[in-house]
């Protein structure tokens, strides 16, 4: 039983829902604007629900559909760049909610090619540290750091979170991922976090602690490594195209998936989008839509699907896998 498969997935989503019309009563914007630029009609944003309380949500969700008692657990990873703190980690709050007793828990800083990163890294400890199982959660209450003055960035992004259980197999489950970054391109994505402001200090360095985003270069690097990534992935596996059921993308914006898929010279049918109704939600996009698609009915088993995801670092990552 040496391959590592999802077993369970859940979601959950805070129940306010703002739409581009509510935005446009705070920053010059429109919802005609909005929806050309982006295809986002809406997104979900907490009204105090910290990244931990929805992590846990999501999680109870794909334990009960995995069938795993959260006592069992044997490693927690939740990928973030919103977390409620820096120390406890998400993952180890959510270890407390949970009474996982037994995992090891990390948070990982991925942006949003968070969860995909995720997968891959509890495969690898599950195959070396002999785990059973393991929990891998993308979450973001992204809300908390959005300068919400700035309409070139509030309107792209919500809140939210999604789950998936992993377990040993016979059948095929994760087959290959592909997990690369260029720091370099890192300025045009930031978060700052803390001031460096000491009795030490030669010069006091206060940090902006909201979203900072260079739009343009971002959405050129998305559409070249969803290429890269996808085409990488798939090389010597004996899978072809036809073979994909579904290539579920980090959900930042229509005009990105429409381009990554003329480049890759795919229908745009392939793409599974929920990006109108959820928005960005970072880290928790790719999760988020995989839980719609399988309370959708539209995963089987034995079904073939490609994770592709991108972002802040700059990062990207792909993985294929068998559902
Ligand atoms: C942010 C994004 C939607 C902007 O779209 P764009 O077509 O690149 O638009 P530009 O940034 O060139 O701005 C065009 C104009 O619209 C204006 N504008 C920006 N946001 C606006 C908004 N919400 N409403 C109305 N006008 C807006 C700009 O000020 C600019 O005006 P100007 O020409 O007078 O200077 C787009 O670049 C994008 O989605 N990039 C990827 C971002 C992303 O996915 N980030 C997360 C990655 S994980």
Same mark, same amino acid.
């Given at each position: 039983?040496?391959?590592?498969?999802?077993?369970?997935?859940?979601?959950?989503?805070?129940?306010?829902?703002?739409?581009?019309? !509510?935005?446009?009563?705070?920053?010059?914007?429109?919802?005609?604007?909005?929806?050309? !630029? +982006?295809?986002? !009609?809406? !997104?979900?944003?907490?009204?105090?629900?910290?990244?931990?309380?929805?992590?846990?949500?999501?999680?109870?969700?794909?334990?009960?559909?995995?069938?795993?008692?959260?006592? @069992?657990?044997?490693?927690?990873?939740?990928?973030?760049?919103? &977390?409620?703190?820096?120390?406890?980690?998400? $993952?180890?709050?959510?270890? =407390?909610?949970?009474?996982?007793?037994?995992? $090891?828990?990390? @948070?990982?800083?991925?942006?949003?090619?968070?969860?995909?990163?995720?997968?891959?890294? /509890?495969?690898?400890?599950?195959?070396?540290?002999?785990?059973?199982?393991?929990?891998?959660?993308?979450?973001?209450?992204? =809300?908390?750091?959005?300068?919400?003055?700035?309409?070139?960035?509030?309107?792209?992004?919500?809140?939210?979170?999604?789950?998936?259980?992993?377990?040993?197999?016979? /059948? &095929? *489950?994760?087959?290959?991922?592909?997990?690369?970054?260029? %720091?370099?391109?890192?300025?045009?994505?930031?978060? *700052?976090?803390?001031?460096?402001?000491? &009795?030490?200090?030669?010069?006091?360095?206060?940090?902006?602690?909201?979203?900072?985003?260079? %739009?343009?270069?971002?959405?050129?690097?998305?559409? =070249?490594?969803? @290429?890269?990534?996808?085409?990488?992935?798939?090389?010597?596996?004996?899978? =072809?195209?036809?073979?994909?059921?579904?290539?579920?993308?980090?959900?930042?914006?229509?005009?990105?998936?429409?381009?990554?898929?003329?480049?890759?010279?795919?229908?745009?049918?392939?793409?599974?989008?929920?990006?109108?109704?959820?928005?960005?939600?970072?880290? $928790?996009?790719? &999760?988020?839509?995989?839980?719609?698609?399988?309370?959708?009915?539209?995963?089987?088993?034995?079904?073939?699907?490609?994770?592709? /995801?991108? *972002?802040? %670092?700059? +990062?990207?990552?792909?993985?294929?896998?068998?559902?």
């Amino acid at each position: 039983m040496s391959n590592i498969k999802i077993a369970g997935i859940g979601a959950y989503l805070p129940s306010l829902v703002v739409t581009n019309d !509510r935005i446009s009563e705070f920053v010059e914007t429109s919802d005609e604007w909005i929806v050309q !630029r +982006t295809g986002m !009609r809406e !997104r979900r944003i907490s009204e105090g629900e910290n990244t931990s309380d929805i992590s846990t949500k999501a999680a109870k969700l794909a334990l009960e559909r995995a069938g795993i008692d959260a006592k @069992d657990l044997e490693l927690i990873i939740v990928a973030t760049i919103s &977390p409620d703190m820096f120390i406890p980690s998400v $993952a180890c709050l959510v270890q =407390s909610n949970l009474d996982a007793d037994k995992a $090891a828990c990390f @948070d990982i800083s991925v942006a949003c090619s968070g969860f995909v990163y995720g997968l891959e890294t /509890a495969k690898a400890l599950m195959m070396s540290m002999n785990y059973k199982n393991a929990l891998v959660i993308g979450a973001e209450v992204l =809300s908390k750091v959005t300068d919400w003055t700035d309409r070139s960035t509030c309107i792209l992004f919500g809140d939210g979170a999604g789950a998936a259980v992993l377990k040993r197999d016979q /059948a &095929p *489950g994760i087959i290959k991922s592909y997990l690369r970054a260029d %720091g370099k391109k890192g300025e045009a994505l930031t978060i *700052g976090a803390t001031d460096f402001d000491t &009795p030490f200090s030669k010069e006091k360095k206060l940090a902006k602690r909201t979203i900072d985003m260079n %739009g343009r270069e971002i959405l050129r690097f998305a559409v =070249s490594v969803i @290429d890269e990534a996808v085409t990488e992935v798939m090389k010597d596996t004996n899978v =072809s195209f036809d073979d994909i059921k579904y290539i579920v993308p980090h959900q930042a914006n229509y005009r990105i998936i429409k381009l990554a898929a003329e480049k890759l010279k795919l229908s745009e049918d392939k793409f599974y989008l929920n990006l109108e109704k959820v928005g960005n939600t970072s880290a $928790a996009t790719v &999760p988020i839509a995989l839980n719609e698609m399988y309370e959708k009915g539209l995963l089987n088993k034995g079904d073939k699907i490609i994770l592709v /995801a991108f *972002g802040g %670092g700059l +990062t990207y990552a792909a993985t294929l896998l068998e559902w």
